[in-house]
């Protein structure tokens, strides 16, 4: 018999240190614990969709049609009899990937241009920022809508759209603190010790340009989810029967006498975009040495 034997992980001091931090700024800021709870609470009640109410999103019984909230059904029913608390929860499952994977692409993308863009200089600087410029010329929104009534309306073609039009404002932004930081004491000692431009940029520069770009982000995510919904609210993206929380909001305006068809999707929406801000502004106060220093 083959014994398998598991190898001990030892925590430095260093990470134990910086956990006990991040601990005690969460338990110290209510505004950030707040923000976590609910982003947590939604994680959880979305993955959980299955258990807290069984059944299928898509399932029509039009016997309940239009019902109004209850024990039975908590959201009430919408015009085809369906639980408007299933297809809310179930909605979930595609605008929060949806909104990740935007924002993902946009810091991915974004922050390695203006990065190349800021230490390189000269006529890469110019092509990368004519270009970032001309994208950043037309309102975001409008310009994903281009893009999704060119591909034809999907949950996919959706995510792509926004993605195309997420990347310039972290471009702009990289660039700035790029340049910032270029001509740094510590960024000239790395470029005079030898290393490559490439990485002085990822080891020396980019460890101090991410933690504003994450805050960014954590923002955006909140964005994004909001952008996503108004694809689908106005057709552009996710289509009916699938549930998503634009084109469920879309339907209930239809039925606006029956107020909990479009509500309860749009505070779902309302919800999350609050916690992403909060959590975000949260994370500026923790990073920004200001703030920090009069906590």
């Not at 069984?54 to 919408?78: E, K, N, Y």
């Not at 009899?81 to 299933?86: E, F, M, N, P, S």
């Not at 929104?141 to 999704?148: D, Y």
């Amino acid at each position: 018999m083959r014994l398998v034997t598991f190898r001990r992980v030892s925590i430095t001091p260093e990470a134990r240190s910086a956990a006990a931090r991040w601990v005690t700024l969460v338990w110290r800021d209510p505004q950030m614990a707040i923000a976590l709870a609910a982003i947590l609470a939604w994680i959880i009640a979305v993955a959980g969709a299955g258990v807290l109410t069984p059944g299928s999103p898509l399932g029509q019984d039009v016997d309940i049609r239009l019902q109004s909230p209850s024990f039975a059904h908590w959201f009430g029913t919408d015009q085809l009899g369906r639980d408007v608390l299933r297809r809310v929860l179930y909605g979930g499952r595609t605008s929060l990937p949806a909104a990740m994977v935007v924002v993902f692409f946009g810091l991915t993308v974004g922050a390695s241009l203006g990065a190349v863009a800021g230490y390189t200089g000269g006529i890469v600087d110019e092509v990368i920022m004519r270009v970032t410029d001309m994208v950043l010329a037309f309102p975001v929104l409008v310009l994903a809508m281009a893009v999704a009534a060119a591909l034809g309306a999907s949950l996919s073609h959706g995510v792509v759209a926004l993605a195309t039009v997420w990347w310039p404002q972290y471009t702009r932004v990289c660039r700035g603190l790029v340049m910032d930081l270029r001509e740094k004491e510590y960024v000239v000692a790395s470029r005079a010790s030898g290393r490559l431009p490439l990485h002085t940029l990822s080891l020396v520069v980019m460890p101090n340009v991410l933690p504003s770009l994450l805050v960014m982000a954590a923002i955006d995510i909140g964005r994004a989810i909001l952008s996503f919904a108004t694809l689908s609210f106005l057709g552009l993206g996710a289509k009916p029967p699938a549930p998503e929380w634009g084109s469920m909001v879309s339907e209930g305006v239809d039925v606006m006498d029956q107020w909990w068809v479009a509500t309860f999707p749009g505070l779902a929406i309302l919800s999350l975009v609050f916690a992403f801000n909060l959590l975000g502004d949260s994370i500026r106060d923790a990073l920004d040495p200001w703030i920090g220093g009069r906590r």
